[in-house]
Nanobody, 117 residues
Framework: QVQLVESGGGLVQPGGSLRLSCAAS????????MGWYRQAPGKQRELVAF???????NYVDSVKGRFTISRDNAKNTGYLQMNSLKPEDTAVYYC???????????WGQGTQVTVSS
């Protein structure tokens, strides 16, 4: 069983930056694809970015050039660096670890990000 704990959320002004962290325990972090999702009030949860076990990354178009996903396998931790934040980035952000071939799909509890002046 894998436990995920997100941190780093908060209130920031438009144009500001935040770095989210996702600390994993209980399994071999490096074998999983790690993703960051977000869910705004009244909207469906959406995939923001993911990074594979091999280090390949992908982003939703709305955050390309502003957000950077990374991972430190030695620390069992993943990150989402968010720059040039916009009010529409306001949401609860969730960390996910996934390895479909073995049926593993783990979620953190979420961290609130609010972008407002």
């Amino acid at each position: 069983q894998v436990q995920l704990v997100e941190s780093g959320g908060g209130l920031v002004q438009p144009g500001g930056s935040l770095r989210l962290s996702c600390a994993a325990s209980g399994s071999i972090f490096s074998i999983y694809t790690m993703g960051w999702y977000r869910q705004a009030p009244g909207k469906q949860r959406e995939l923001v970015a993911f990074i594979t076990s091999g280090g390949s990354t992908n982003y939703v178009d709305s955050v390309k050039g502003r957000f950077t996903i990374s991972r430190d396998n030695a620390k069992n931790t993943g990150y989402l660096q968010m720059n040039s934040l916009k009010p529409e980035d306001t949401a609860v952000y969730y960390c996910n670890l996934k390895k479909i071939v073995v049926g593993h799909d783990y979620w953190g509890q979420g961290t609130q990000v609010t972008v407002s002046s």
